[in-house]
């Protein structure tokens, strides 16, 4: 999809169809806003007419579509719902509902008429970044396997009008930024929407090559030889019954700041997880294509900070094995020797995220000496009871850390709840033949074990762990329930957030 700005009033362009946030309107509301004064002229009255019969009442979400008399493409109306609550989030919905309301209608071209979309808490480039969140993200479908799809909008633009004219290099400047931002997050949702015998571990390290060459990222891969030299006894372990071996994969971008500091990106990839010896339920397996979408955001935040040129220095570390049930695979009751020489009982193959993890997190803190260290993960469904399928859960042992992480959620619309980690939950992981054990025999706080056990990897570095395993991608049964601008699939959470803490300089 092209987004652009234009300074022209978005009626007087010939747009296919150009929207206008409308808000609720009181009980005893009669008289048609003055900001939707162009919409009735653009209808020929009609509607002021509509609004008169109480058929406009702008609650969110409401669409209104009427056709000009001219013949000059259609007015959409998109309610909001109450003045004094609407925010980045209610633009980013709002847009991401018109376009996918105008999906297979004949609308090529779809022009949003900013003023509509302004006031007091959301001024003029929030609100045009936020709709263009909308906008690109709704629009967003996986057509490589599809042979025929309805016709999309394929065009977007930004109408500034008398209002914003002033603005336009300015507004243009924030589009700009977000245009390849957004580029950034389909591209990852692209790549962590590929089905297994695609995307395996070895691919994801071609793709990180490719995205090195293209954005200037230092990539450096270490196949199995390499890990076992390195002693990577968890990722090897996890990677030991598929026939496409395990790879640890790094990306490095030098920083935009002559002298900033050093963050840390650590993802999990698994690129199927059939649960191993452990097996999984049949039901819904497929899904488990999905948890590699922590290693995917790891490829996308790259791409972002580079395309960006974000302050921090941000080293990508992405643990990519395939979990399955083959002759060599790894069993309960082994144990393993990770990185940074601790040792790990497996009492179960499913929690091998954690596993691979552990590998991952040791060498970045070792070689690297990073100043913070963000890891995400489709970790556990125990996160998914806690908190749905919509927010991830975070565990952090830096206040500042989570603050900011907190404050780039909500600017981005990607939600997360800081969650607890007491000594109660590190003595849970605590094993009687190893050091520490993967999974316990009390299955309440799961969340916590898992985020106790990565904490013996990261040592005194400040960290903060994103469990994203709800809101990673969605399916037919949760998608109604997901904001408009989500997808059937892989959602890319944590690209445009992670990015956001990023471009804010972290700490």
């Known amino acids: 999809m092209k987004l652009g700005v234009d300074r022209r009033e978005a009626h007087a362009a010939s747009t296919d169809a150009a929207v206008s946030a409308v ?139 008398d209002e914003h004219g002033r603005e336009e290099s300015a507004l243009k400047k924030a589009l700009d930024q977000q245009v390849e931002l957004l580029e950034a997050v389909l591209w990852t949702r692209d790549v962590a929407n590929l089905p297994a015998d695609t995307a395996t571990p070895d691919w994801l390290a071609e793709e990180a090559k490719r995205l090195g060459k293209e954005y200037g990222l230092k990539v450096t891969v270490f196949d199995e030889k390499k890990l076992e030299e390195m002693h990577c006894g968890g990722i090897l372990g996890v990677g030991s019954g598929s026939a496409h071996p395990p790879r640890l994969i790094v990306l490095e971008y030098s920083g935009g700041a002559r002298s900033g500091k050093t963050v ?48 921090p220095r941000v080293i990508g570390v992405m643990a990519c094995a395939e979990n399955m049930p083959g002759g060599g695979a790894y069993r309960p009751g082994d144990v393993v020797r990770t990185y940074n020489g601790k040792t790990i009982e497996i009492t179960n193959t499913d929690a091998e995220g954690r596993v691979v993890l552990s590998d991952a997190l040791g060498y ?40 900011g992480l907190l404050d780039a959620s909500a600017a981005t619309g990607e939600p997360l709840w800081r969650m607890p980690l007491t000594d109660y939950h590190r003595e849970l992981v605590k094993s009687d033949v190893a050091e520490i054990r993967n999974s316990t025999e009390i299955p309440p706080a799961g969340v916590l074990t898992a985020a106790a056990f990565l904490e013996h990897f990261v040592g005194k570095t400040p960290w903060a762990h994103l469990d994203i395993a709800g809101p990673a991608s969605t399916n037919p049964s949760t998608r109604k329930f997901q904001p408009p601008y989500q997808n059937i699939g892989a959602t890319a959470f944590g690209v445009r957030l992670v990015t956001r803490y990023l471009q804010d300089g972290s700490r």
């Open 23 to 161: 808000f609720e309107r009181g009980e005893k509301e009669e008289a048609l806003p003055r900001v939707l004064v162009r919409e009735d002229q653009a209808t020929g009255k009609l509607l002021g007419q509509a609004w008169a019969r109480r058929e406009v009442k702008g609650k969110k979400g409401e669409i209104t579509v009427l056709h000009r008399p001219d013949g000059k493409g259609r007015v959409v109306l998109i309610g909001v719902g109450p003045k004094p609550t609407f925010d980045a989030e209610g633009a980013r919905r709002a847009a991401a509902t018109a376009i996918r309301a105008l999906k297979g209608r004949g609308a090529r071209s779809v022009g949003f008429r900013l003023s509509t979309f302004v006031t007091e808490r959301v001024p003029s480039d929030i609100a045009i970044r936020a709709i263009a969140d909308g906008a690109s993200l709704g629009a967003y479908e996986f057509l490589k396997y599809k042979t025929t799809h309805e016709g999309a909008v394929e065009e977007v633009t930004l109408y500034l009008g």
């Open 264 to 311: 840390a990106v650590v993802g999990k990839g698994i690129t199927f997880d059939s649960g191993g010896i452990s097996l999984k339920p049949a039901l819904r397996m497929g899904d488990m294509k999905f948890d590699k979408s922590g290693a995917c955001a790891v490829l996308g935040i790259l791409r972002a900070a580079a395309a960006l040129k974000v302050p």
């Open 364 to 403: 970045v803190v070792e070689k690297y000496r990073p100043d913070e260290v963000i890891d995400l993960a489709t970790l556990t469904g125990a996160c998914v009871v806690a908190l749905g399928d919509d927010m991830a859960g975070m565990v952090s042992t830096d206040d500042k850390l989570a603050q």
